[in-house]
């Protein structure tokens, strides 16, 4: 199947600062890319949908000035969790998928602890 | 989008078939099934995807029954390292179509 890396794949920071995490389609161009977050113990929870070129779609409950996304290119997506908090912490996974695959393809996620 | 429900967890040991059930009664028409496979502090993994009837592929197989509102993974011999997490989702996984995640199924594999 399709490879998608994220970076990094974990990352500690000081409470008030940004955290960027980076999404790539390695092999395809993903036309929407998707970000999770999960808490321990929990299951996914889709945050937001972005597609190429255009502003994310947030899910209900999700600040999207706390959590900036931008998908410039058909196979990188980025998203900023800016002025991070200690409930922020948690595993942030990113998917993609192409008009012509019948699958999203899950990244290995970005472990984000902040002080 | 359809909902699922699994059970919260299985055990089983080395060796033996596991099969996990998922209902999942308001499934639409264009729907297809697909079972995902997570380990701790990884993303999910794609294990199977179907739409009716059997699929099998190199790891598992897949049950589906004539009106579709459930399905059945099947595990033949399962080891030690297929403890994880299974998750059912049902849906149109292509563009731009959203997924949710329901609770998952812990799978604990002892020796």
């Known amino acids: 199947g399709a490879v998608v890396s994220q970076h990094p794949s974990w990352v500690i920071c000081k409470s008030g600062t940004s955290v960027k995490i980076e999404c790539r389609s390695l092999?395809?161009?993903?036309?929407?890319m998707f970000w999770y977050r999960q808490f321990p113990k929990q299951s996914l929870m889709l945050m937001a949908t972005?597609?190429?070129?255009?502003?994310?779609?947030?899910e209900q409950g999700v600040e999207k000035d706390k959590f900036l996304i931008n998908h410039a290119s058909l196979t990188l997506s980025t998203l900023t969790v800016t002025s991070a908090h200690p409930e922020d912490s948690s595993f942030y996974i990113c998917?993609?998928?192409?008009?012509?695959?019948?699958?999203?393809?899950f990244g290995p996620g970005t472990r984000l602890t902040v002080l | 989008l359809a909902k699922t429900t699994q059970p919260i967890s299985m055990d089983s040991y080395e060796g033996q078939e596991v099969n996990i059930t998922c209902s999942h009664n308001?499934?639409?028409?264009?729907?297809?099934i697909t079972w995902y496979q997570q380990f701790p502090s990884q993303g999910p993994r794609f294990i199977i995807q179907?739409?009716?009837t059997k699929v099998t592929n190199e790891v598992a197989s897949l049950f589906i029954p004539a009106d579709r509102k459930s399905s059945t993974l099947s595990l033949p011999r399962v080891s030690l390292s297929d403890t994880a997490v299974y998750y059912c989702?049902?849906?149109?996984?292509?563009?731009?179509?959203?997924?949710?995640f329901g609770k998952g199924t812990m799978l604990l594999v002892s020796p």
């Open positions: 989702l049902v849906g149109q996984f292509s563009g731009y179509s959203t997924l949710t």
């Open positions: 179907g739409y009716k």
């Open positions: 308001n499934i639409a028409t264009n729907d297809y």
């Open positions: 972005s597609n190429e070129g255009s502003k994310a779609t947030y």
């Open positions: 092999d395809f161009q993903a036309t929407t």
């Open positions: 998917s993609a998928s192409g008009t012509s695959d019948n699958e999203q393809f």
